[in-house]
């Protein structure tokens, strides 16, 4: 994820084109996840050596979207430079919480981190049918042109015709921001063991916004709206 502190171009780009990814975009799909995640704070966590880090992601990425292929879609915006991993609601639950396949190369994070991260996020996922946001992601010079936006726009139009939820988790509060503005709302943190929280956020099917609520999803307790930054969309 790039530097959500440095300034947002002037004016939003046009609505972009989005495709959806097939195998032949994996790796196109995995550089993008690179470019924008390399020093969030979740991939630090996983792979804390700053000189193993930009060798391992790659792959790491290539791994995750590969798996995501078997299993949901991966959007991409026509000139590359965002890019969305989702699981829709049909997947089995048990393997819709494979954020970090099990090794990415020799050394590149310590022995457990993506196991751990696999049992926390599967004890707090949602049980009832939901499209599951995985990653999402912005290449660094293209972030607050709302590109996220148009990639959220598209899953939850889907999500509301169906009249299912979504779920995603970020990995910094300042990403939240984008989500509020699209309905979500922020659920209790996930701490990762000596590392940072993820926040994970639902959002209720617009026609039934009103009546449905996950029983395991409290009510946020918080209305801060802040800056924008594409989540770890995990």
Known sequence: ???????????????PRIRIATRDDIG???A??????????????????????????????REVVSETLSRGEVHLTEEDDA???????????????GHAPGAAGPGAHPAGRPAQIERLLHAHHPRERHYYVQFQAVLPG???QGLCSALLHRILARAD?????AYIECSTPRSLALLLRHGFRELPPIQLPDGPALHPAWRDPRRAAAHRRPAHAPRSTTGRHRREAPPWTH
């Open 1 to 15: 994820m790039s530097d959500p502190s440095s300034p947002p171009p002037p004016a939003l780009v046009a609505t």
């Open 28 to 30: 196109t799909a995995a």
């Open 32 to 61: 993008v996840l690179t470019d924008a995640l390399i020093d969030d704070p979740v991939t630090r966590w996983v792979f804390p050596d700053d000189r193993d880090r930009p060798l391992a992601l790659p792959e790491f990425f």
């Open 83 to 97: 890019v969305v991993l989702l699981t829709p609601p049909t997947t089995d639950l048990h393997r819709r919480t």
């Open 142 to 144: 293209r972030q607050g």
């Open 161 to 165: 015709a169906e009249g299912v939820g």
